[in-house]
């Protein structure tokens, strides 16, 4: 028996799809409507786990708020919201604090990318992580010709080819842009980390913790938005390219903020295994050189799917 994440009726399953008698909507209504195969699944206590204001975004759109894809991509509803980015108490960088308005919902990963999802979108022989021996570890190093952020582009792009999508702003996966990015790991909050202004290792793995290596995805907690591993394992990259002064030339007010047009570095945010506790803030940023056959063992990737207007 299927359930419906959106209205929590049973649903008929048929040969092609399946209909919730609650509300009517169909893997060919939310194909339409999100251009993917992706379909709603039963996850109870993942569903406990989301934010009210990821419940009510799912309701004002009729969506449901968690999807799978058959590459065994969890993706949860991001609500639009407002929140102030940056930190006064963080580098250079990521000053001056200031308002930014994001205006359109988003699904994002659960996880970071594990190497066994990596290996189903891009073939078992891809898969050239420096830490390997469990499918549940999140990719890195996936970088092994060309740039590593190029290289997560191109695995997006064999998602979207499987999945019949035309990457844009407003269909398909990508990478979230920084300002997202910094939206989903807050959750709502404002504090130095997205769980308080202490540290806590409970939520990540940190050089502290990890044993030198990276970990299986989702054994920490998540944050207020179910997205687990949001800082710690990996670093993630965003579509943004860096630049040290992105901040400064904002006003106080930004609105779907996107970084330069061009550079030599792109942004990579949450912190990793083998980073100390104030790379794990929600504000950190880091930059990555994209230099050809440079790679490490602590780039990661979370794919964002877009939700047309």
């Not at 990890?210 to 710690?232: E, M, W, Y």
Request: with cysteine; net charge positive; charged share 20%.
């Amino acid at each position: 028996m299927m359930h419906c994440n959106t209205c929590r009726h049973s649903m008929k399953e048929g040969a092609r799809h399946w209909m919730c008698p609650g509300c009517g909507l169909t893997t060919a209504a939310l194909a339409s409507r999100l251009g993917t195969s992706a379909q709603p699944i039963h996850a109870p206590a993942l569903l406990e786990s989301l934010s009210p204001a990821q419940r009510d975004e799912a309701d004002r759109l009729a969506l449901p708020p968690v999807l799978s894809n058959r590459f065994g991509l969890i993706l949860v509803l991001i609500p639009p919201g407002r929140f102030l980015m940056g930190s006064e108490n963080g580098d250079p960088h990521e000053k001056p604090v200031h308002e930014v308005v994001l205006t359109r919902p988003f699904y994002l990963s659960l996880f970071p990318v594990t190497q066994g999802q990596w290996s189903l979108m891009q073939g078992p022989l891809c898969n050239t992580s420096f830490f390997k021996g469990d499918d549940r570890r999140p990719v890195e190093q996936v970088s092994f010709e060309g740039s590593k952020w190029r290289h997560a582009i191109q695995g997006l792009d064999r998602l979207n080819f499987a999945e019949r999508l035309r990457p844009s702003s407003s269909c398909g996966y990508r990478l979230p842009t920084e300002a997202e990015w910094e939206l989903a790991c807050r959750a709502g909050s404002s504090t130095e980390f997205h769980w308080g202004d202490e540290f806590d290792p409970s939520y990540c793995w940190y050089a502290g913790n990890s044993r030198g290596t990276t970990q299986p995805v989702g054994a920490r907690k998540p944050n207020a938005f179910g997205l687990h591993d949001i800082t710690g394992n990996v670093q993630e990259y965003c579509m943004d390219w860096y630049s040290p002064d992105t901040y400064k030339t904002r006003g106080p007010r930004a609105e779907d903020p996107r970084g330069p047009e061009s550079g030599i570095y792109h942004v990579v945010r949450g912190g990793a295994w083998n980073k100390l506790p104030h790379r794990m803030r929600s504000a950190h940023r880091v930059r990555a050189y994209e230099q050809k056959n440079y790679w490490n063992d602590f780039f990661g990737i979370r794919p964002a799917l877009s939700i047309p207007p």
